[in-house]
């Protein structure tokens, strides 16, 4: 299916709307400069555009099988896995000492949203590595390092996550996988994990598992796990694969979407891993794997969008379909067509911000030092995560019924968008538990990072107030709602917060969308990201009023509605 | 999937807050008084669940598939259908002169409600027949009524409806098809149509298809369009089908849901037909099957949205994660999880209300001819479609996310019917055309019609007021400013109204749902209705005023959004 990268929005953003200068200011990002970002973007662009995106039907119509206990890929991924390792892509942000470019994680959220609008299916392979190779970075022994993160960085080996069990999916550390230690430094893992992405392939060498699992001494709960590296085939000291480890893929799921992403079954019988982080330390490290793959989930879901807008714009376009004194009419010139194509693009856009601050924000947070910085990232992690992936679903929803019939019949590839992106509200914590960190964890602050956030988001509708009053004002007075709304909550007791946390999360996301709309049509007040901007401030800001009215319902409602009431019929 | 037919539900809507005991004091459904309507809802109940809800999903996993001509349906169709069939359901509505049960819409739409949940791919079939029955008895010539009616209310015939045709969707007047007159009273019809539900079968003996086609003296547009019925097998004068048709299925297609339904490619090469109605009048005709499919529809949607809530609701009661004090904790319990069962659950009756009131309004206003239920009816039934199709989209994605990671995995059922739901608010025109409707044709009464509608709201809500003031009182204030945006909107031009239609459409959705749970709470002030209206009318109502301010945003704002502005990336 056709796609382009959306590579001129997103260096508008980095260049007019977020300060994406910043970086190159400081010494950790010096060579992220304004030559480097614009080379590495068309070089990526080029790559989606013409080697993932046309590979994406393939996976969606010949998904991955299994084969003698061997997974064989869709037609065609190797060769685009191929591409995308050949390219350096996997250590876009890895430290340069094991290979990486060492890139800002600004980058890496563009590389990741414009991955997955080619090729979701695909792009989850370098998205696991990806965390993988940053979770050896901060936790593996220098040994185990220098072992594996060349070859996770050069793509000869990809590398999974293994945390999901049967009786445990969000509660991880119900876990049931045991580890025991061999005395020479390895350990034997032998459990069952469930949904594990890509966890066999034949598009590199090896595979890589970092798999949960608990000591014989290790409390219940997530207290007592750990964190332990498990390949598919034991390199020996030069890195060379070798024996085969006591690992298999039992069984590979049937999903609604990304067909071409195998989600095995696996099972470890005794096989040989390494610690990675101290023992019961496992959380810690996963959790390392887990923030930036947040980020990475709500890039694919705007990645997704992106897709399924251009696909729905093209259709739009073409289509025919009634007339006017001017005689055929394509369906873009029909109001509710034209509505549904601006608030695609508007909702596209505002997300994409949102994920591309939040990697700035850990980015700077990296290059300074500054706790501000730190918090910032922590809060707009859950949100990038949680909003980037609603917009991809409702997006893609919008993109089928722009296609009317045609969109539920399966060669129009519409229906695939919508498939696709289904999943990520539910994977890397569903939205419900990204809900939860952000009134939970993200507030532990007392609300501090939130309402510095949103003082700056104040400061810039005022500054916006001489070029364009209405829209400043707008803007302006919802963050002065939302402020207001902080502040509740944090006197909240938590379940309080709970019950209203996701309404809660999508006006935090409503107020934000609307500043990156504002500063954008600062940026261009006579031109379209000003006339997108009308659009998104005036007709989809305002849902966070009604929101924040659901955000403070309470939890008293829901529970007064029993079991038995909701089984009432 | 187990599924329980929400007999219970519908009883309680009809005689408590509906008003249903109105219609067996007409004379023409004196006979659909309480005991009879029991005994029949009972009587569906019982066929839903023990035999079409079991079959629901083997039609998702065997499609049906074209066999050397032939269209071979999912395992278990044929008996189900049969069941339907001699149940005597395909005359529920129709006239007692041919063999039909002469019971209300209302009823008529309860039962579709209720096999769209168990099946909806099956119930299609029955669908497309009643209203073909529908068409026949208003506009058919009494020999055509003599010779199809028997057939088609026993089911052993089943009809379609077609209508689009590849460059003829949405502006069906746009369609090629001719018809020739042969002289003899039959007419040959030549053409491709697209999109036909159910156009071949192996569930009955024969097919009739009312096929939209061009006389050669047509003027071009809708109104050169007639009517005709071109059955596959040509009947003899004692209704033995005998000859074959020169019509033909060119190919199935491959969808994104409803598998079970065979969706044609058809083919008339000179096909014999009997002209329905005048020449020229084919469009008239249609809208009378089309005006209540449509609402059948938006039961349709209301049907799968029960489904899909019963399936969550017992996987969140079943699923352990997490922990309280009092040890393992079904997802129930989290306050997420209960927020998204009481939405699924009070969107789902509210939409019912919707639904069954429209239909309460047909039978009134053919009950007692009088043009102000007629004019409630023909105002309901874009909401009812409309509004209860987006819920259907809406509550299955809810049933996917309550699954967490067990939603995308299809054998578990959730994403089937995610599947299944997103073609509801396409066919049967789409949700968009629905909002133009309610927005022009439906307010060519200068907005009469909605103003009694939210009066007899108003009205309703200060009789509330004594028992549950707050609650009345939020639904009272909703009217009134729904009132004021029909005001506002009949002063607009068209295209105005248009481009705000949608959300219109739905805020009026919203108010009109606080409505019948606020009566549903005053039948049931103490118990589980005003709990679940609680949370309709505190939480989800509010959202009426932001979509309000959508309604009113205009079009000049997404018309200076030009294609070339769309197309900026």
Redesign the interface.
Known sequence: MPY?A????IRFLLDKVLGYDRLAATETFAEAGADVTEAILGELGRLCDGVLAPLNRAGDLTPARLENGVVRTSPGFKDGYKAIAEGGWLGISATPEHGGMGLPQTLNTAMNEMMSGANLALQLCPLLSQGQIEALEHHASDALKDLYLPKLISGEWTGTMNL?EP?A???VG?LRTKAEDNGDGTFSVTGQK??ITWGDHDVAENVCHLVLARLPDGVAGTKGISLFLVPKLIPDAAGKPGERNSLRVVSL?????IHGSPTCVMSFEGAKGWMVGKPNGGMAAMFTMMNNARLGVGAQGIGVAEAAYQHA?AYA?ER????TPQGDTAI?D?????????VM?AETFAARAIALDCGLAIDMGRATGKDSWKARAALLTPIAKAHGTDIG?EVS?MG??VH??M?????TGA?QY??DA??T???EG???IQ??DLVARKMMDGGEAASRLLQEVEDAAEGARATLPDLAEKVWEAAETMREAVEWLVGQEM?ER??G??AFLRAFARVLGAHYHLKAALADPEG?RA??A??FI??IL?????LL??AR?G?A?????????????
Chains 1, 2 share one sequence.
Not at 6 to 9: N, S, T
Not at 557 to 569: F, K, N, R, V
Request: with cysteine.
């Open positions: 382009a959306p590579v001129a929005d999901t009786q999916g969000s509660d119900a469930i949904f799921e049937h999903k609604l979407g714009l376009q025919k379909q009634g007339r873009i029909h109001a509710d067509v034209r509505r549904m194509l601006a693009k679903c929803s089928v019924q009317g019939g969109g539920f019949i399966e060669e229906a919508f498939r289904r999943i509200p539910i994977y569903t939205n419900g809900a939860m379940n709970f019950a946390a996701t379209p006339r997108l009308r659009v005036t007709r305002p849902e966070h009023e009604s009215v659901q319902a939890a409602q829901l529970y007064d509605l029993s079991i038995e009431d909701l089984q009432t019929a």
